[in-house]
């Protein structure tokens, strides 16, 4: 069903929605299990996405490394755009203000373009259905939505973060910078949280905490905070929606080609890569 967006009383005083919020993170991170699964750092072969540069490890092993990291993440957006839908489904439930609304779609848009994006790198989503931590109570009462927004961005974040490095350490430095550019559009989803619930200030964080060791930990994280534990009463279905009318900008990422043998960088913008689909 496709969200409307109709005007709602909006109370001023939300500061003390996100009360708590920083700790309830912290503490559900501790709860997600955060394990060193570890992800193989190698190279592989010069086929799409999962073609890595070469470095002297197995080839094969840093194909499957890599899938694997992009597979995460293809979950991991399936499950936020699930979760910004079922928001906008509730925007009357949870007194959202027609400019919060406008950015919970413009969020919920952006999102859906990560998830085609990954798809389009051959990245699958190994969960399409989902529960979250207080269950359809997230979508009613507004302070139990924003611990999960916060809580599920600061994952997203530190899960991009975590790709950024282990890209950098696959020899493909291309990947890790959209690593690095969905970590700042996840970032941008958590102020949006943040203004919401009043907190000040909105933009609280110098550098965002690493959450997780390495990729591989987010779904441990994610399973053990109450993401991917459906059951009846708590289930809520993956559907993709329209990309079109949300003002959102820079649909796919755009890509600085690499240049050797140079410490600085003189490349201009282009619009692919090589190894990347568009």
Same mark, same amino acid.
């Given at each position: 069903?496709?969200?409307?967006?109709k005007t709602s009383k909006y109370s001023p005083s939300r500061r003390s929605a996100l009360k708590g919020t920083v700790v309830g993170v912290t503490g559900l991170a501790v709860a997600g299990g955060i394990v060193g699964a570890g992800v193989l750092l190698t190279e592989h072969t010069n086929e799409g996405a999962?073609?890595?540069a070469p470095n002297a490890v197995n080839p094969a092993d840093a194909k499957k490394a890599i899938a694997a990291i992009l597979n995460i993440a293809a979950?991991? $957006?399936?499950l936020a755009v699930t979760f910004y839908a079922e928001v906008l489904a509730h925007a009357d439930n949870l007194g959202l203000?027609?400019?919060s609304r406008t950015n919970i779609k413009a969020a919920l848009v952006e999102e859906q373009l990560h998830l085609l994006f990954l798809n389009k790198q051959g990245a699958k989503s190994m969960a399409k259905t989902f529960s979250f931590p207080y269950g359809r109570d997230t979508f009613r009462n507004l302070e139990r939505f924003l611990k999960t927004q916060q809580l599920l961005e600061s994952a997203f974040v530190a899960a991009y973060l975590a790709a950024v490095k282990e890209f950098a350490q696959l020899g493909r430095p291309d990947l890790a910078q959209i690593a690095a550019q969905l970590a700042a559009v $996840?970032?941008?989803h958590r102020v949006v949280g943040r203004s919401i619930g009043a907190m000040l200030p909105v933009d609280n964080e110098a550098f965002p905490p690493l959450l997780?060791?390495?990729v591989a930990a987010a779904p441990a994280f994610l399973k053990g905070a109450g993401f991917l534990t459906p059951v009846k009463g708590n289930s809520?279905?993956?559907h993709?929606?329209?990309t079109a009318g949300a003002g959102v900008t820079m649909p796919t990422p755009a890509m600085t080609p690499v240049v050797k043998n140079t410490t600085i960088t003189t490349a201009t913008p282009t619009a692919g890569a090589a190894h990347l689909k568009f």
């Open positions: 069903m496709k969200p409307t967006l999962h073609a890595a979950t991991a $957006e399936t203000k027609p400019a $996840e970032a941008e997780l060791q390495n809520f279905e993956f993709a929606v329209s």
